[in-house]
Nanobody
Framework: QVQLVESGGGLVQAGGSLRLSCAASGTIFSINSMAWYRQAPGKRREWVAGITVSGGGGNYADSVKGRFTISRDTTKSTVYLQMNSLEPEDTGLYYC????????WGQGTQVTVSS
């Protein structure tokens, strides 16, 4: 059974930081590249950052490059997204999923950045 449980969102002022976590079921986590996606109000869901199975380095959307860092902990089957220098444009519902994305989406975690 697929399980993706996101957490760590919240309300933060512009310039602040948040760290998101995603606990994934073991099988999914161990054999797939993982990624974070987000959906802003009134917009389509977009890819934010991805990391390979080995965890060697990450890839980022241009809009978050230099501010966000994706990582994964194999022992905990968890993928993280450290978000620094947050901007109001980062507001949205954040999801993790495989990369490319599977059909299963968790509930996501809400990030709201105030100006």
């Amino acid at each position: 059974q697929v399980q993706l449980v996101e957490s760590g969102g919240g309300l933060v002022q512009a310039g602040g930081s948040l760290r998101l976590s995603c606990a994934a079921s073991g099988t999914i986590f161990s054999i797939n590249s993982m990624a974070w996606y987000r959906q802003a109000p009134g917009k389509r869901r977009e890819w934010v950052a991805g990391i390979t199975v080995s965890g060697g380095g990450g890839n980022y959307a241009d809009s978050v490059k230099g501010r966000f860092t994706i990582s994964r902990d194999t022992t905990k089957s968890t993928v993280y997204l450290q978000m620094n220098s947050l901007e109001p444009e980062d507001t949205g519902l954040y999801y993790c999923n495989t990369m490319p994305a599977s059909d299963y989406w968790g509930q996501g975690t809400q990030v709201t950045v105030s100006s």
